[in-house]
């Protein structure tokens, strides 16, 4: 008897949009996916897909367009993100005493959300209970880490409102999708965290980041092939609230699908790599 398996391979760090997008690529429904994402009362958005080489890897990139921006992804004051940006949705942080950080990513002083929000936009959705528990899990966690990294209780948490929804979309559609596949164990390979240093509200910070660093907790890591943020807090809180197992039993790979990162490095294909494999079921 034979049973399938989710085998994470992060390679080139994650990113909640990388989730997404490897799982769209592994065959799922994706008109699907929107139709029950657009249930999320997060505010208008869609989703496109598309085809991309990252490496010379054909992958699929999933962005989040906010209608109130006109269908683009820049930032609330008509900033476009910057092309190195990895991640997408809850980098930026407001804590008590209105103190703003962020990592390095699109900075705005527009609307933010609170945890309780997030919990009650996720809570109204369509999204099937396994996928609402999964999905809160991980915005617990980040939540929790953002806490940590900027000493301030985790309600007094607060994401600007265009990085909350692009989380919000990535971590509901992954957990979605996830729920979906049916499979009895998640694995997961070392995460690459990146290496260098990242821009934030008051200046540099080394990589990782220090809610990623917190959700990281003892996950093992790999060497960085690149200089960049390669890991973000939301593609590490989903990386922990899937709770991967660290020892890959003997298996087959019955299907793969890559999620591309936003830049092209030259030393590594920037995707992350999911796999659904079967492993003999213990008698």
Known sequence: MRRRILIIDPACGAAGDMFLGALTDLGADFEAVCRVLATLPAGGFHLQREKVLRGGVAATKVHVHLDALGGGEEGPHG?????????????????????????????????????????????TSALP???????????????????????????????????????????????????????????????????????????????????????????????????????????AALLRALNPTLIIPAHRVVAEGFGAGTMDFATCANVLRLQIAEIEAAP
């Open 129 to 235: 209970p396994a996928a609402k528990s999964l999905a809160l899990h991980a915005f617990q966690l980040l939540g929790e880490a953002e806490a940590l990294a900027h000493n301030v209780p985790v309600e007094d948490v607060h994401f600007h409102e265009v990085g909350a929804t692009d989380a919000i979309v990535d971590i509901c559609g992954t957990a979605l999708l996830v729920t979906e596949l049916g499979v009895a164990a998640v694995y997961s390979r070392p995460v690459a965290t990146g290496s260098g240093r990242v821009r934030c509200a008051h200046g540099d910070i080394a990589v990782p980041a220090p809610a990623t660093r917190h959700l990281l907790g003892d996950f093992p890591t790999r060497p960085a092939p690149v200089e960049r943020e390669l890991l973000t807090p939301t593609g």
């Open 79 to 123: 900033e476009v993100i910057p092309a190195d940006a990895q991640h997408h949705g809850g980098a930026h942080f407001h804590g008590a005493h209105g103190r703003h950080q962020h990592h390095g990513h699109h900075g705005n002083d527009g609307p933010v959300r609170g945890l309780a929000e997030i919990r009650s936009i996720i809570q």
